[in-house]
């Protein structure tokens, strides 16, 4: 596509959102994604959606969100041999999983997605590009200018456009544009949170996992070759952790206690239901469960994947892999049973379900990503239950472009740091943390907004990835559209509230209203 208004850099959640937004405004979209699958969290990363309770009530996530979730539903009722129980389910769960109400095969997430764009495609306002990475970006003075690709084959290309989102997993071009932006866990004395470092720690990460999905085969023997590393991580304990980290045993961080995660059994609280993706029950043809390895035990911590050589993230990434496939391993070969003996060779890699030759997801779940340095930042002290007594929902944001609502969840940091796992309220998304304080034509849309390392665990699940991006992407638009700059819209309320009523047309939801909600 020649001169686009958008360039969208990444695929993700946020950025497929992002493009349904920009081109049913009418802007002509350019999107590029490493992988072959768009989605995200939601497809090529193999994460089922850890979504708010309220996720299924009127008012409980944005429209666009609600018709992705619907068009899951619909494509499974429509192709998946449902028996009659589900097909009249309207509130189906395929998988049956118990971390979402809506745990389904990360394959049909991206069917569904692709479906919804195409559209876009054929009609000329989007032009999709698989396989693209983007090596590094052209600047003049506050503005980008254009962003340079390398594909899977080799060849380099360079789109210019008017307008830029960076929807990457890990915020990659705000390093290439000289964008401002944080990495890691910000001091105490910058943001007041309680729970922040005394001094600032770039080191401090969430960690990241390389998901993998796993049938159960009751017939056959599928154990997996010896992974290279497997002695390593046999005995490997984590600082802080327990004991080693291949076994059933977690650090229940609310009440401090070590806790069994077994994967069968244990009244339902096992570790195969949790994030169960296919439940053969809701099937009438022969199809065995699934589900997706994005547990404790494969939690991946060792080192940051942000800002070191990119020798050294490969190196991280290929032992995140090790580790995955070692706990599968143990799994298959020396876990205790849950109705005696040891091993379970039943279970198998579902390349099928993945999309991969392996059964291991296309990229890693990250966590957490470089952060812009924004107009506004949202911290702990605005979200957290602690410190907000009595109320019923955080902290209401006058310039807000959307909702959202998870616990404060920080998994271990690639620095040694501990779990963090604080009560929060159900929160709003400012407009203010959207807005870089300098580059005029570049926007976050996904977990690289103005959040601290404390929020991002807050801030960094699929609807609200989502939200973000849709609302970057009609913040986009308003800009073009009245020649401004983020900046001054996110000063001037005049204009903050003609950005609401373009996103309140568009059904993106912003505020919780009449949703009864809680602290969770």
């Known amino acids: 596509m020649k001169d686009p208004d958008l360039l969208i850099v990444g695929g993700g959640t946020g950025g497929c959102a992002a ?7 009418g802007l002509r979209v350019v999107m590029t994604e490493p992988t072959d699958w768009v989605g995200g969290q939601l497809t090529s990363q193999c994460v089922p959606p850890d979504e708010n309770p309220w996720i299924e009530e009127a008012g409980g996530c944005s429209q666009s969100y609600s018709q992705f979730r619907e068009g899951v539903r619909d494509y499974y009722r429509a192709n998946e041999s449902l028996t009659p ?3 009249e389910d309207r509130q189906l769960n395929p998988g049956g999983g118990w971390v979402s ?16 764009l195409q559209p876009y495609v054929d009609s000329g306002h989007l032009s999709l590009h698989l396989g693209w990475r983007p090596t590094g970006a052209k600047t003049k003075g506050d503005r980008v200018v254009a962003v340079d690709f390398l594909d899977d084959e080799g060849r380099k290309h360079r789109v210019e456009a008017r307008f830029f989102l960076d929807a990457t997993e890990t915020g990659d071009v705000l390093p290439m544009s000289g964008t401002e932006h944080v990495v890691g866990a910000e001091a105490r004395e910058e943001t007041g949170e309680p729970h922040a470092p005394d001094a600032h720690e770039p080191d401090n990460v969430q960690g990241l996992t390389w998901c993998a999905v796993v049938g159960y085969s009751p017939d056959g023997d599928h154990t997996i070759a010896k992974p290279a590393q497997y002695d390593f991580w046999r005995h490997f304990q984590p600082k802080g952790w327990p004991c080693e980290l291949l076994s059933y045993k ?14 069968f059994g244990n009244n339902g609280f096992n570790l195969f239901t949790y994030r169960q993706v296919v439940d053969g029950t809701r099937h009438t043809d022969d199809r065995e469960d699934a589900t997706v390895m994005n547990w404790p035990m494969n939690d991946y911590y060792v080192g940051s994947v942000l800002d070191v050589p990119a020798a050294v993230a490969e190196e991280h990434f290929e032992a995140a892999r090790q580790l995955t496939l070692s706990m599968l391993y143990w799994l298959q070969t020396e876990a205790p049973r849950h109705d005696e003996g040891v091993g379970y060779p039943e279970l198998r890699l579902r390349p099928d379900l993945a999309g991969t030759e392996d059964g291991l997801a296309k990229a890693p779940y990250i966590r957490e990503s470089r952060r812009i340095r ?5 911290a702990e002290q605005h979200v957290s239950t602690e410190a907000n007594p009595g109320r019923d929902r955080a902290v209401e944001f006058l310039d807000s472009v959307g909702i959202g609502a998870y616990r404060i969840d920080l998994h271990p940091s690639t620095n040694g740091r501990g779990t963090i796992d604080l009560s929060s309220l159900p929160f709003q998304i400012p407009l203010g943390c959207l807005v870089p304080v300098r580059m005029t034509n570049l926007l976050p849309a996904c977990k690289n907004i103005g959040v601290t390392h404390i929020t991002n665990g807050c801030y960094r699940l699929h609807p609200v990835e989502w939200n973000i991006g849709e609302s970057a992407a009609a913040l986009a638009h308003f800009c073009l559209a009245n020649d401004v700059s983020p900046q001054r819209v996110a000063r001037e309320q005049s204009l903050v509230s003609e950005m609401q009523a373009l996103l309140n ?3 993106v939801v912003l505020s919780w209203g009449g949703v009864e909600t809680r602290a969770l």
């Not at 493009?19 to 405004?25: F, G, K, P, Q």
């Not at 924004?374 to 949202?378: D, K, Q, R």
């Open 85 to 87: 129980d589900a097909l």
């Open 250 to 263: 977690m650090l229940q961080v609310q009440r401090g206690e070590v806790i069994d995660f077994p994967l």
């Open 505 to 507: 047309s568009l059904g």
């Open 101 to 116: 109400k809506l745990c389904h095969r990360p394959d049909i997430a991206h069917r569904v997605l692709r479906a919804t």
């Open 19 to 25: 493009a349904l937004t920009a081109c049913s405004l």
């Open 374 to 378: 924004a107009e506004f930042t949202v």
